[in-house]
């Protein structure tokens, strides 16, 4: 399936996937961030149960100290 | 359109800003000079000496509660402004009390995790309210790496998303200054939108 990731398309082997496989196929591996998906926040908590489908919007934002 | 005109229009809203230390002091007097009207303040801390290398308090306030600097410094601006400063650490429970009623909030804490906690609860509890965030700004130089990045109608970052700051790069004044300045210029921007809206 395709889904748009930070504004760019991206391909996955399978339908649906969760959060939390998202960030290991992917490799993202920083912890302080933010996910929404199709504008819609998930909690930290939340990523194993919450599923991304094809053509979803993931927006994903790290936190970085400092200020 | 004329700096009146604009200022005018500006001094109809309210903007909330959580952190009043180099992302937080700056943003306020960028805001306060565009002649936004009402500015929510909330921080806890003292202002420290080592803080001068980046936000906008002087010698002389050492030792004050940033909130109390703040206010001073922004009435020198402009004494008109509406400065409601709130000296309590913010919580999930209190976000919500603080900052319902503003019009676009900024996110200027220095620690990661109360910057998740601060989008999570504005995101979650005050939905509509747009939250303009700054993550990534540590040292110096490569200015072409701070962006402004518009996740969603009430999501906004401003930084390089990837500079952490450590004992080898602190938080200096021109990185911090530039991230804190584009936080202002976001807000600035969702709230001229609002003046097509009322034609």
Known sequence: ?67 | MKFTEIKRHLSKFRVGIAGAGGLGSNCAAALARSGVGTLVIADFDIIEEINLNRQFYFCDQVGMLKTDALKENISKIDRNINIIAHPVELTRENIPLIFSGCDVMVEAFDIAVMKEMLIETVQLSLPGIPLVVGSGMAGWGNSEAIKCRKIDEFLWVCGDESTEVSEDIPPMAPRVGIVSHMQANVVVEILMKKLKISF
């Open chain 1, 1 to 67: 399936m395709k889904i748009i990731l930070n504004n760019r398309e991206e391909e996955f082997d399978k339908e649906p996937i969760t959060v939390s496989d998202m960030l290991e196929v992917k490799r993202f591996t920083y912890k302080m961030r933010i996910i929404k998906i199709n504008g819609v926040l998930i909690q930290k908590d939340r990523y194993d149960e919450t599923l991304i489908h094809s053509g979803d919007n993931v927006q994903m934002l790290y936190l970085m100290s400092g200020g």
